[in-house]
């Protein structure tokens, strides 16, 4: 089955730009969705169909998608982005959803 | 805002069924799919399976034909039932609204409820 590669780690100073990778065979003729999750909640979406964001979140979050790698960017990091971050894709051939493992984002 | 709750036991003996409603506050309950997704502790996001209104399911392989979805258009409800749990099956259950058919995505979430599998 189609398998999704995330770095289990990014740290960042507040300020700076985080870039979180999601690696995958040809991921670039999929579609990919990012969500957030903080400690005891449920995840949020922050990025829907590569580069979108829905409403209510913040500009700050951007989406890319090409070739072998998506990338879900993070802009003037705050604090309070500090949380794990999934990708996740629809495998059209094994009609299921998969996730990437997550990565943990570190605010220093 | 679309709500999502989850409801059922949160402890199940190993071998048995495990069971889990969604109730769901959404007008437009039957025109979307409705998923369930779990989360071991410490461990990333699994998904287990959707159903359409219609009753239309897609589940994921891996869990080798011990899930069934039903849902309940009249009361705006979608069921799990997972057989032959084990240990491995302990886990945060969501169930979520995936906010498009073709190409699926989570807009919407429960709060997740824990289900321990243990004698």
């Known amino acids: 089955s189609y398998v999704l590669t995330q770095p289990p780690s990014v740290s960042v100073a507040p300020g700076k730009t985080a870039r979180i990778s999601c690696g995958g065979d040809?991921?670039?003729?999929?579609?990919v969705h990012w969500y957030q999750q903080k400690p005891g909640l449920a995840p949020v979406l922050v990025i829907h169909?590569?580069?979108d964001r829905p409403s209510g979140i913040p500009e700050r979050f951007s989406g890319a998608n090409s070739g072998n790698t998506a990338t879900l960017t993070i802009s003037r990091v705050e604090a309070g982005d500090e949380a794990d971050y999934y990708c996740?894709?629809?495998?059209?051939?094994?009609?299921?959803?998969?996730f990437g493992g997550g990565t943990k984002l570190t605010v220093l | 805002q679309v709500q999502l709750q989850e409801s059922g036991p949160g402890l199940v003996k190993p071998s048995e069924t495990l069971s889990l409603i969604c109730t769901v506050s959404d007008d437009s309950f039957s025109s979307f799919y409705w998923t369930w997704i779990r989360q071991s502790a410490g461990k990333g996001l699994e998904w287990i399976g959707r159903?359409?209104?219609?009753?239309?399911?897609n589940y994921n392989p891996s869990l080798k034909g011990r899930v069934t979805m039903s849902v309940d258009t009249s009361k705006n409800q979608f069921s799990l039932r997972l057989s032959s749990v084990t240990a491995a099956d302990t886990a945060v259950y969501y169930c979520?609204?995936?906010?498009?058919?073709?190409?699926?995505?989570?807009?919407?979430w429960g709060q997740g409820t824990l289900v321990t599998v243990a004698s």
């Open positions: 169909y590569d580069t």
């Open positions: 040809k991921i670039g003729s999929k579609t």
């Open positions: 979520a609204r995936d906010n498009s058919g073709t190409v699926p995505h989570f807009d919407n």
């Open positions: 996740q894709v629809w495998d059209g051939s094994g009609l299921l959803v998969v």
């Open positions: 159903i359409y209104s219609t009753g239309n399911t």
